[in-house]
Structure formats: structure tokens, C-alpha cells
């Protein structure tokens, strides 16, 4: 009988997932034995018998009937940490502008591409998630501050209003206030980044995000990368009216470069660009686009730069440089 039960356990164990296992074959296989052994040896009592294989069962199902009620636990803990709590998204789509008022009767706009998510307890507590960039008008509260978290950073206010730029494929994150002052904290992995930034109005800080691997280690193939800000560099006395002209629905750009001003030209009309070959280097723009269709913008550039051309597709526009020269255009 011994070597029976090592065998339907050693089978259970080549063709088990203990986790989501049925194990009713195997008791039953044991049920099986027991009942065969009766018939074979009258000599043992058949009450022994079953108490000792059941004694096996119970071995056998102990184990995964905690792992089993562990799973459960962790998943009901799960689930009661999140109940209760009801969140409400914003969401702009490419190529458009929405306005949006929070419960405190803070307000903003989101640009393209963005999303804001706040917690419909949001009288109690004000905290906003943010992905993209928004404007925000925020009403003063001195016992309750107001939290504006991205995925790097994460700022503090009373009441102000300030423009925070942080979309997730941008090499940067940019916050820029207009009126009032906010404390901005990272949220950086990187050893001494935690320092907090303090901004007055008509202040600028730029983060620079960790896009290049760290020093590599000896003993790894591959070099680390570490999620997070590396640098921070602030800026006083900005002229704020270029960065949240995008609220009025005006595209404005100031000795923008050529790369960041197509990321910017995508955003706004909701297209996409393929450079066919790069542009010279220094290459920059100054000038402002409101009501241009995308042809009209793109056949401005053609004007203000020597040897532009491009090719429209749908929403593809493929751009491709004759000749490189350095050029710094207005338009």
C-alpha cells in the first residue's frame, strides 16, 4: 500500500499546479486503494484503513488549502484597500483642448494627449494624478494643500496657478508658475535627489529626466538605468505667456528646435511625422500658429526653411531635407 500511495503521489507532483489544482482525482484514486485492500486483506479493520488514508488526504490537501487561503486573503485585502474609493478621469484626446473644474472649484485646462484623475473625495482630500501637461487655477485653501503628482515629481500649493508639462515619452518635465509659490518634490530613485525645489511667480524648473544608462556595473551585461530626475535647473523672470498660450488655442514657440517643435505640431494636430533624413544642426523656429489647418503650418515651414520638403498621408506626414544647412527661420 505504501508504494501505492508514493506512486499516485509522485504522479500528482509531475502533473500538478498547486495553486489552482483539483485534487479530487487523488482522493479518490486513495478511496480507490482502500476499498481493494479490503477485499484483499480481511485481516486489517477497514476503519484503521480509512483513518489512516484520510490522515494521507489530509497531508496531502493541508498545504495547498493554506496556500489556497493565503491567495484569497492578499486578493480580499486587495480588494477592500481600494473600496470605497471612487476616482474620476479627464481625458484630452490628441489634437484637442479641454477645460475641466474640480470639486474645491479649482479649475484648468488639459492640452493634447493628457489625462487627470482625482478622487471623487476630492473635498477631503485634494490630491490629482496627472499624465500629459494641464494649467491649473487652484483655489486657496491654507488647511488643506493641494498635490499635483506625476510620475517624477510632485508639487504642493495653496492656492496659484502654474502650467506643468509631463508627458511620459518627453525627456523633461516642466513646471512653470505664474502667481503664488509651490514646493516641488522628486520622486527619484537617484541618491540625492530629494531635495525639495522652491518656486515664486514667474518661475521655470526643468527636470531632466534619467535617460542614460548609470555607470555599469561589473558584474551585470547590461548597464542599470534608474527611473527618476538627474538634474534640475530653474529659471526666473519667464515670460509665461508662450507657454500657456496653448489654453487660448494658440501654438506659440520661441527659438524652438526643430525636433521638439514636430513634437509639439503632432500634439496639436493630432499627425504624425517620419524624417526621412535629420534636419541641420541649430535648426529653430519663433512664430505662432492658431488657426492654420496642418498644411497651412507645414507649408509655412517649407517657406522659412530652405530645402524643407514633406509628404502627406492621412495623418502621416513624412519630412525630408534636400540639402542641410544651418538656418534659424521666423515664420
Not at 484626446?93 to 473625495?121: E, I
Request: charged share 25%; aromatic share 10%.
Amino acid at each position: 500500500m505504501k508504494s501505492q500511495l508514493v506512486h499516485q503521489w509522485n504522479c500528482f507532483l509531475d502533473n500538478a499546479d498547486i495553486p489552482e489544482k483539483n485534487l479530487d482525482h487523488v482522493l479518490h484514486k486513495i478511496h480507490f486503494r482502500i476499498n481493494v485492500d479490503k477485499n484483499i486483506s480481511e485481516n486489517k479493520p477497514f476503519y484503521t484503513l480509512l483513518k489512516f488514508y484520510y490522515r494521507v488526504a489530509a497531508v496531502i490537501l493541508l498545504p495547498l488549502l493554506i496556500a489556497g487561503g493565503v491567495m484569497a486573503y492578499r486578493q480580499f485585502a486587495g480588494e477592500r484597500r481600494y473600496a470605497g474609493i471612487a476616482w474620476a478621469e479627464i481625458h484630452s484626446t490628441m489634437g484637442s483642448r479641454v477645460s475641466f473644474n474640480l470639486p474645491d472649484g479649482s479649475t484648468g485646462w488639459l492640452n493634447s494627449g493628457s489625462t487627470l484623475k482625482y478622487a471623487l473625495n476630492f473635498d477631503g482630500n485634494r490630491r490629482v494624478e496627472l499624465e500629459g501637461e494641464a494649467y491649473f487655477d487652484v483655489v486657496k485653501d491654507k488647511s488643506r494643500p493641494f498635490f499635483v503628482r506625476t510620475s517624477d515629481i510632485e508639487l504642493k500649493v495653496l492656492g496659484t496657478t502654474f502650467n506643468l508639462k509631463s508627458y511620459p515619452e518627453d525627456k523633461t518635465v516642466e513646471a512653470t508658475l505664474l502667481t503664488g509659490m509651490v514646493e516641488i518634490k522628486t520622486l527619484s530613485e537617484m541618491p540625492g535627489s530629494k531635495q525639495p525645489v522652491i518656486l515664486k511667480s514667474n518661475q521655470k524648473a526643468t527636470f531632466h529626466k534619467a535617460t542614460d544608462p548609470l555607470t555599469p556595473d561589473e558584474n551585470k551585461a547590461t548597464p542599470e538605468k534608474i527611473k527618476g530626475i538627474r538634474a534640475v535647473r530653474i529659471s526666473r523672470d519667464v515670460d509665461a505667456l508662450p507657454v500657456v498660450s496653448w489654453k487660448d488655442h494658440k501654438l506659440v514657440f520661441v527659438n524652438e528646435p526643430f525636433e521638439s517643435l514636430l513634437v509639439k505640431i503632432e500634439r496639436w494636430y493630432d499627425v504624425e511625422f517620419t524624417l526621412l533624413d535629420n534636419p541641420a544642426d541649430n535648426l529653430s523656429y519663433t512664430g505662432v500658429f492658431e488657426k492654420e489647418t496642418v498644411e497651412q503650418a507645414l507649408r509655412a515651414l517649407e517657406l522659412a526653411t530652405p530645402y524643407f520638403s514633406y509628404t502627406i498621408n492621412k495623418n502621416n506626414i513624412a519630412v525630408s531635407f534636400r540639402n542641410k544647412k544651418h538656418h534659424k527661420p521666423n515664420l
